[in-house]
């Protein structure tokens, strides 16, 4: 029987929870509502992708895989994910050419109709995802180094808010792109991006209790910065 430690425990659910959020978001990403954002003064009318409400998850889950187990095990993760994605794609991709029977529950047109959106929408993903997690991870640990591995909410915030930059305008724009009209795809990346950010603000307490409970309770330091060994994963 495999014995786990804590450490190559937790990497493991960190892992899967990390890619559950990640093919779920993808999968169902071609549904687009409205949200209205009070914003103080103002109210933010944000048009967004249900698939941007599991994303947040990802992102938290990289920053805190990056400060326990440095940038070899966030692209780790990132690079299964992208797989992953890959595999899921065409697994969606290959469905679709297998002709649904007259009683099926779901008719072919139908079911082409949801994930042939949704096809694009992992091709969308795929490209943003990547580009957006490595530079995250960057990021991530160069505010690490400067800081002397002080200030959580300085990295995570940080990072997030360059890498979700990216990540909101490469997937708008290759998803929706002849979908939209020019002004709603300005609409929808801003808005977007606005509600990225301030989730990403909103989950730095969640940072910060998850790195408590992992650091105090499950007893798992923390990587050091600048220090990257690819046995750190599972050692």
């Known amino acids: ?5 804590a450490r190559q425990k937790l990497f493991l659910y960190l ?9 779920i978001g993808d999968t169902i990403g071609s549904k687009l509502f409205t949200l209205d954002v009070p914003l103080g003064i103002t109210t933010l009318h944000a048009t967004l992708s249900v698939g941007a409400i599991w994303f947040p ?10 400060e326990f187990y440095g940038s070899s095990g966030a692209r780790t993760v990132t690079y299964v994910g992208f797989w992953m994605a890959v595999f899921a794609f065409l697994v969606i991709f290959a469905a679709r050419f297998i002709p649904a029977a007259s009683f099926s529950p779901i008719s ?3 079911f082409d109709n949801v994930f042939g959106n949704a096809n ?10 990547l580009i957006g997690q490595i530079v995250d991870i960057a990021i991530f640990q160069y505010f690490k180094r400067m800081t002397q ?3 959580i ?26 979908k939209l009209t020019p002004d709603r795809l300005r609409q929808a990346a801003t808005t977007s991006y606005v509600v990225k950010v301030l989730l990403a603000v909103g989950l730095t307490p969640v940072i910060y209790a998850l790195h408590g409970v992992i650091h105090r309770v499950l007893k798992i330091e923390e990587h050091p910065a600048g220090v990257e060994r690819v046995h750190d994963i599972v050692a």
């Open 153 to 178: 909410w300085l990295r995570s915030t940080g990072s997030t808010l360059v890498s979700q930059l990216i990540d909101t305008l490469v997937v708008t724009y290759i998803a929706f792109y002849g």
């Open 120 to 129: 694009r929408i992992f091709f969308a993903s795929l490209v943003a995802y």
């Open 57 to 66: 998850i990802t992102f938290l889950l990289t920053d805190v895989i990056n």
């Open 149 to 151: 591995s002080r200030h």
């Open 108 to 110: 072919q047109s139908t």
């Open 1 to 5: 029987m495999l014995e786990l430690d």
């Open 15 to 23: 892992a899967a929870i990390f890619l559950t959020a990640l093919l």
